[in-house]
């Protein structure tokens, strides 16, 4: 079997983080993906997934993301229910993240001290790039190219 989901979005919120009694990070947060189509109205939807992150992954997205940030993740697909306060029976459909990527700009995130996010794909710093070239000529000859 596979349960495999890849999204790519803005946080709708900042990122809420709780612990459990036993002393376990959890986050919550909500994600905006933009649907590839357009409606009748010629405008773009988007879909509003609830994501759930635990341990030093809910930590680093608390610090780092916030309402706006931009964040590839995947994880898996989980439902789960529970009765609310009035007895009623309540579905909850949520992705369970199993890697973080922060996409927006350092400066764009939340910031709280010591570094950055880096390392264990838990997201860069654009100091990190190895892509970058600082507007320079990239010089390639033909016979390096695997095409």
């Known amino acids: 079997m596979i349960n495999r989901v890849v999204l790519v979005g803005r946080l709708t919120r900042d990122p809420e983080l709780r612990y459990t009694p036993s002393g376990v990070a959890v986050t ?20 509003f997934i609830n994501v759930v992150a635990w341990r030093q992954l809910a930590e680093l997205c608390a610090n780092y993301l916030k309402k706006g940030s931009q964040a590839g993740l995947d994880g898996r697909l989980q439902t789960r229910n529970y009765e609310n306060k009035e007895g009623r029976r309540v579905f909850v459909t949520e992705v369970v993240a199993d890697n973080v990527q ?46």
């Not at 700009?105 to 570094?115: C, D, I, N, V, W």
């Not at 070239?133 to 010089?139: F, I, L």
């Open 28 to 47: 919550t947060f909500t994600i905006a993906v933009n649907r590839t189509f357009s409606n009748a109205q010629g405008e773009r939807e988007a879909d």
């Open 102 to 147: 922060f996409l927006s700009p350092a400066g764009e995130r939340r910031e709280s001290g010591g570094g950055g996010g880096s390392g264990a794909g838990y997201g860069f710093d654009q100091m990190d790039d190895p892509f970058a070239n600082d507007s320079k000529t990239v010089d390639i000859s033909d016979d390096d190219l695997p095409f």
